[in-house]
C-alpha cells in the first residue's frame, strides 16, 4: 500500500489516536452515533406534527393528537440539543487530552533516532513538518469519528426518509454536493505541495525569529547592531511563506467558486421538486414543511462535514502525511544486551555525515582499553568529536567495524550502547532548573545518597552552600525563573558533576573547557584524571596541555589516525603531535 494515500494514512494514524484513550473515545462514538440518528428523527417527528395540524384544522384529528405530537416533538428538541452540547464538549476535551499524549509518542519517536540523523537538515525539516502534523493527525481522526459516528447515522435516516416520499429526491440531495467534494480533493493536492515547499522556510524564519528574541542570541545581536538585519531575513521568509499560502488559496478558491454555483443550482432544482410533489399530491403538507425545513438544515450539515470537516482534512493532509513519515522513519535496530566492562575497538571505520560524500573519519583504526584514559587530540575539523560520538555509539558505523567488550556494535542497540557512558561536550546544556536537578538528570531512576551528591560535588569544586547559591541544591539556575546566574566556569564544573553523577564505566570530556584560558582547563583535566582513575576516560582536546595525563595519545589529521602512543613516545617521534605541542608551548609558561 502507497504511504501517501488516505488508506494507509488512516490506518496509521486512526489506530494511534485510538490508543491514546480507547475507554473515552468509545463513549464519544456511542454519542455521536446517538446525537447523529436524533438529528435525522427530528425531521420524521416534524411531519407527524405538521400533519397533525392540517388534520386538526380540516377537522381530521383532535387536539389530543396535535398536543401529543407537539410535546414529542419538544422534547426531541430537548434531546438532540442536550446532546449537541454533551457531544460537543466532550470531544473538545478529548481531543486536547488526545493531542498532548500524541505529543509524546512524538517526542519517543524522536529519541529512538540515530544522533547522525540530527545533522541532517532533511531530517530536521521531517521532524519540524511532524510537529505540525501532530495537531492536524489528531484532527483528521476526530473528523473521521466525527464523519462515521455523526454524519453517517443522520444521512442514513434522512436518505431513507427522503427516499420513502420519492426516491429521486434521495439520489439528488447527494448528487448535488459531488462538486464539493471534487474541490476538496484539488484543496488536499494544494495543501500537499505547500506543505513540502514551506516546512524548510518556516524553519528558517523560526531560527531568525529566535536570533532576535531568544535569551542564547539577543545580548549579541543587539550588541552587534545586527536586529535589522536578521529582521530584514525574518520578514523575507514570512513573504516567502505568505506567497505560498497565497497562491494555493487563490487557485482553489477559484474553482471552489464555479463549484458552489453548480451546488446552489442543484439546491434549487431538489426544492422545485419538492414543491411540484406536494401540488401533484404525491406528499403531504407535513412532509413538505418538515422537508422543507429540514433540506436547508440538511444542506448547512453537508456543507459543515465537506466544507468544514473534510475540507480542513484535506488542506492539512500534507502536514498529516509528514506526521505519520516521521513515525515510520528507520530507527537503529539491534538487541538490549548487557555487555559489561571492558576494551572498545574499531577497526577500519569510515565515516560521512547525511547528504555528504566527504569523509570525516578515514580507515580509523583503535583500541580503547579498560580502564585506560585516552587523549584524542589535533586541530579543528581533525574529526575528534565524530570519533568520539562512534565510540560512545551516538553515530552508528557504516563502513567498518566497532566492538564493545568483543560484542559488534551493529548487533546492540541504542541502549545498550549508550549503557554505562557518560560524557561532557563542548556545547553542554545549562538546564535552567535547580542545583540538585541540573546534576542529578543525568541519573534520574536511582537516588543515589545525598553523600554521594556532595562527594561528587567536592570532587568537581561546587560547593551548595556557598553564598551564591541562595537556597543551596535547589537554587534555580537562571534568573528568568527566579533564580541565579552562575559563571561560565561553575557551568563547566556543573557540566561535569552532572557526568559523574551518571554511575558510568565510561566518561568522555569532549572539549567543555575550550571557552576557557589554557591553565584553568589544565587544573580540570587534571582533576578529571583524579577523579576517573577507575574508569574508561576520554579526553578531547585541541590544546595539548593537559594530554600527557593520559595514558594513550590518539593524533587525528584530516579524520586519519596519524601518530598513537604516550606523551614521550610522540615527542620523540618528532611528527604532527610534536609540531603541534612545540607551537602551543608558550601557553603553559
Same mark, same amino acid.
Given at each position: 500500500?502507497?504511504?501517501?494515500?488516505?488508506?494507509?494514512?488512516?490506518?496509521?494514524?486512526?489506530?494511534?489516536?485510538?490508543?491514546?484513550?480507547?475507554?473515552?473515545?468509545?463513549?464519544?462514538?456511542?454519542?455521536?452515533?446517538?446525537?447523529?440518528?436524533?438529528?435525522?428523527?427530528?425531521?420524521?417527528?416534524?411531519?407527524?406534527?405538521?400533519? *397533525? $395540524? =392540517?388534520?386538526?384544522?380540516?377537522? !381530521?384529528?383532535? #387536539? &389530543?393528537?396535535?398536543?401529543?405530537?407537539? @410535546?414529542? %416533538?419538544?422534547?426531541?428538541?430537548?434531546?438532540?440539543?442536550?446532546?449537541?452540547?454533551?457531544?460537543?464538549?466532550?470531544?473538545?476535551?478529548?481531543?486536547?487530552?488526545?493531542?498532548?499524549?500524541?505529543?509524546?509518542?512524538?517526542?519517543?519517536?524522536?529519541?529512538?533516532?540515530?544522533?547522525?540523523?540530527?545533522?541532517?537538515?532533511?531530517?530536521?525539516?521531517?521532524?519540524?513538518?511532524?510537529?505540525?502534523?501532530?495537531?492536524? *493527525? $489528531? =484532527?483528521?481522526?476526530?473528523?473521521? !469519528?466525527?464523519? #462515521? &459516528?455523526?454524519?453517517?447515522?443522520?444521512? @442514513?435516516? %434522512?436518505?431513507?426518509?427522503?427516499?420513502?416520499?420519492?426516491?429521486?429526491?434521495?439520489?439528488?440531495?447527494?448528487?448535488?454536493?459531488?462538486?464539493?467534494?471534487?474541490?476538496?480533493?484539488?484543496?488536499?493536492?494544494?495543501?500537499?505541495?505547500?506543505?513540502?515547499?514551506?516546512?524548510?522556510?518556516?524553519?528558517?524564519?523560526?531560527?531568525?525569529?529566535?536570533?532576535?528574541?531568544?535569551?542564547?542570541?539577543?545580548?549579541?545581536?543587539?550588541?552587534?547592531?545586527?536586529?535589522?538585519?536578521?529582521?530584514?531575513?525574518?520578514?523575507?521568509?514570512?513573504?516567502?511563506?505568505?506567497?505560498?499560502?497565497?497562491?494555493?488559496?487563490?487557485?482553489?478558491?477559484?474553482?471552489?467558486?464555479?463549484?458552489?454555483?453548480?451546488?446552489?443550482?442543484?439546491?434549487?432544482?431538489?426544492?422545485?421538486?419538492?414543491?411540484?410533489?406536494?401540488?401533484?399530491?404525491?406528499?403531504?403538507?407535513?412532509?413538505?414543511?418538515?422537508?422543507?425545513?429540514?433540506?436547508?438544515?440538511?444542506?448547512?450539515?453537508?456543507?459543515?462535514?465537506?466544507?468544514?470537516?473534510?475540507?480542513?482534512?484535506?488542506?492539512?493532509?500534507?502536514?498529516?502525511?509528514?506526521?505519520?513519515?516521521?513515525?515510520?522513519?528507520?530507527?537503529?535496530?539491534?538487541?538490549?544486551?548487557?555487555?559489561?566492562?571492558?576494551?572498545?575497538?574499531?577497526?577500519?571505520?569510515?565515516?560521512?555525515?547525511?547528504?555528504?560524500?566527504?569523509?570525516?573519519?578515514?580507515?580509523?583504526?583503535?583500541?580503547?582499553?579498560?580502564?585506560?584514559?585516552?587523549?584524542?587530540?589535533?586541530?579543528?575539523?581533525?574529526?575528534?568529536?565524530?570519533?568520539?560520538?562512534?565510540?560512545?555509539?551516538?553515530?552508528?558505523?557504516?563502513?567498518?567495524?566497532?566492538?564493545?567488550?568483543?560484542?559488534?556494535?551493529?548487533?546492540?542497540?541504542?541502549?545498550?550502547?549508550?549503557?554505562?557512558?557518560?560524557?561532557?561536550?563542548?556545547?553542554?546544556?545549562?538546564?535552567?532548573?535547580?542545583?540538585?536537578?541540573?546534576?542529578?538528570?543525568?541519573?534520574?531512576?536511582?537516588?543515589?545518597?545525598?553523600?554521594?551528591?556532595?562527594?561528587?560535588?567536592?570532587?568537581?569544586?561546587?560547593?551548595?552552600?556557598?553564598?551564591?547559591?541562595?537556597?543551596?541544591?535547589?537554587?534555580?539556575?537562571?534568573?528568568?525563573?527566579?533564580?541565579?546566574?552562575?559563571?561560565?566556569?561553575?557551568?563547566?564544573?556543573?557540566?561535569?558533576?552532572?557526568?559523574?553523577?551518571?554511575?558510568?564505566?565510561?566518561?568522555?570530556?569532549?572539549?567543555?573547557?575550550?571557552?576557557?584560558?589554557?591553565?584553568?582547563?589544565?587544573?580540570?583535566?587534571?582533576?578529571?584524571?583524579?577523579?576517573?582513575?577507575?574508569?574508561?576516560?576520554?579526553?578531547?582536546?585541541?590544546?595539548?596541555?593537559?594530554?600527557?595525563?593520559?595514558?594513550?595519545?590518539?593524533?587525528?589529521?584530516?579524520?586519519?589516525?596519524?601518530?598513537?602512543?604516550?606523551?614521550?613516545?610522540?615527542?620523540?617521534?618528532?611528527?604532527?603531535?610534536?609540531?603541534?605541542?612545540?607551537?602551543?608551548?608558550?601557553?603553559?609558561?
Amino acid at each position: 500500500m502507497k504511504k501517501n494515500n488516505v488508506f494507509y494514512i488512516m490506518k496509521k494514524v486512526i489506530p494511534l489516536v485510538f490508543k491514546m484513550a480507547p475507554v473515552p473515545l468509545l463513549i464519544n462514538i456511542l454519542l455521536g452515533i446517538l446525537h447523529g440518528g436524533m438529528w435525522g428523527a427530528i425531521t420524521i417527528v416534524q411531519q407527524h406534527f405538521f400533519d *397533525a $395540524v =392540517s388534520d386538526y384544522i380540516s377537522q !381530521k384529528e383532535t #387536539l &389530543a393528537v396535535v398536543i401529543i405530537t407537539l @410535546a414529542i %416533538m419538544i422534547i426531541s428538541y430537548f434531546i438532540v440539543h442536550t446532546l449537541n452540547g454533551v457531544d460537543n464538549c466532550h470531544a473538545e476535551v478529548l481531543q486536547d487530552y488526545v493531542n498532548g499524549k500524541l505529543g509524546s509518542v512524538l517526542q519517543k519517536k524522536s529519541s529512538r533516532l540515530s544522533a547522525e540523523r540530527f545533522e541532517d537538515a532533511n531530517c530536521l525539516d521531517d521532524i519540524n513538518k511532524a510537529a505540525e502534523g501532530k495537531r492536524n *493527525a $489528531v =484532527s483528521f481522526a476526530f473528523t473521521i !469519528k466525527d464523519v #462515521l &459516528a455523526f454524519y453517517v447515522p443522520y444521512f @442514513a435516516v %434522512m436518505t431513507w426518509y427522503l427516499f420513502t416520499l420519492k426516491p429521486i429526491l434521495a439520489l439528488s440531495t447527494m448528487l448535488i454536493f459531488l462538486p464539493t467534494v471534487i474541490t476538496h480533493v484539488v484543496r488536499s493536492k494544494v495543501g500537499i505541495d505547500i506543505e513540502e515547499a514551506s516546512a524548510p522556510i518556516r524553519r528558517e524564519n523560526k531560527y531568525y525569529e529566535d536570533c532576535m528574541t531568544n535569551r542564547e542570541y539577543y545580548k549579541e545581536t543587539r550588541m552587534l547592531g545586527a536586529f535589522r538585519f536578521f529582521m530584514r531575513k525574518y520578514k523575507r521568509t514570512l513573504n516567502e511563506l505568505n506567497t505560498f499560502k497565497f497562491k494555493g488559496d487563490m487557485k482553489t478558491c477559484r474553482i471552489e467558486v464555479g463549484l458552489k454555483m453548480v451546488t446552489v443550482a442543484g439546491f434549487c432544482g431538489i426544492l422545485w421538486m419538492l414543491f411540484s410533489a406536494l401540488l401533484n399530491s404525491e406528499i403531504t403538507v407535513g412532509a413538505f414543511s418538515a422537508v422543507f425545513y429540514s433540506l436547508t438544515v440538511l444542506y448547512v450539515i453537508m456543507e459543515e462535514v465537506v466544507m468544514f470537516e473534510i475540507g480542513g482534512m484535506s488542506k492539512n493532509y500534507g502536514t498529516i502525511r509528514n506526521f505519520i513519515r516521521f513515525l515510520d522513519m528507520e530507527e537503529p535496530e539491534g538487541e538490549d544486551v548487557e555487555v559489561g566492562w571492558g576494551d572498545i575497538t574499531l577497526k577500519n571505520v569510515d565515516f560521512s555525515y547525511p547528504n555528504s560524500k566527504e569523509k570525516v573519519l578515514n580507515n580509523v583504526s583503535l583500541t580503547w582499553e579498560k580502564g585506560k584514559t585516552i587523549a584524542i587530540v589535533g586541530e579543528n575539523g581533525a574529526g575528534k568529536s565524530t570519533l568520539v560520538k562512534i565510540l560512545t555509539g551516538l553515530y552508528p558505523i557504516k563502513s567498518g567495524e566497532g566492538y564493545i567488550n568483543n560484542i559488534n556494535f551493529k548487533k546492540l542497540s541504542r541502549r545498550s550502547l549508550s549503557q554505562q557512558k557518560s560524557a561532557v561536550f563542548q556545547n553542554y546544556q545549562r538546564y535552567q532548573m535547580t542545583l540538585g536537578e541540573n546534576i542529578k538528570i543525568s541519573n534520574l531512576y536511582e537516588d543515589r545518597s545525598e553523600e554521594d551528591v556532595n562527594d561528587i560535588c567536592k570532587k568537581t569544586g561546587i560547593d551548595a552552600n556557598d553564598k551564591e547559591f541562595e537556597q543551596g541544591f535547589d537554587t534555580v539556575l537562571s534568573k528568568e525563573f527566579g533564580g541565579v546566574d552562575v559563571s561560565g566556569g561553575l557551568w563547566q564544573r556543573i557540566a561535569i558533576a552532572r557526568s559523574l553523577y551518571r554511575e558510568s564505566d565510561y566518561i568522555v570530556l569532549d572539549e567543555p573547557t575550550a571557552a576557557i584560558d589554557p591553565l584553568e582547563e589544565a587544573r580540570i583535566y587534571e582533576n578529571f584524571a583524579d577523579i576517573t582513575k577507575q574508569k574508561s576516560a576520554i579526553i578531547v582536546t585541541h590544546r595539548l596541555g593537559s594530554v600527557r595525563l593520559a595514558d594513550k595519545i590518539i593524533v587525528l589529521k584530516n579524520g586519519e589516525v596519524v601518530e598513537s602512543g604516550t606523551h614521550s613516545e610522540l615527542m620523540e617521534l618528532s611528527g604532527e603531535y610534536a609540531r603541534l605541542y612545540e607551537s602551543q608551548r608558550n601557553l603553559y609558561q
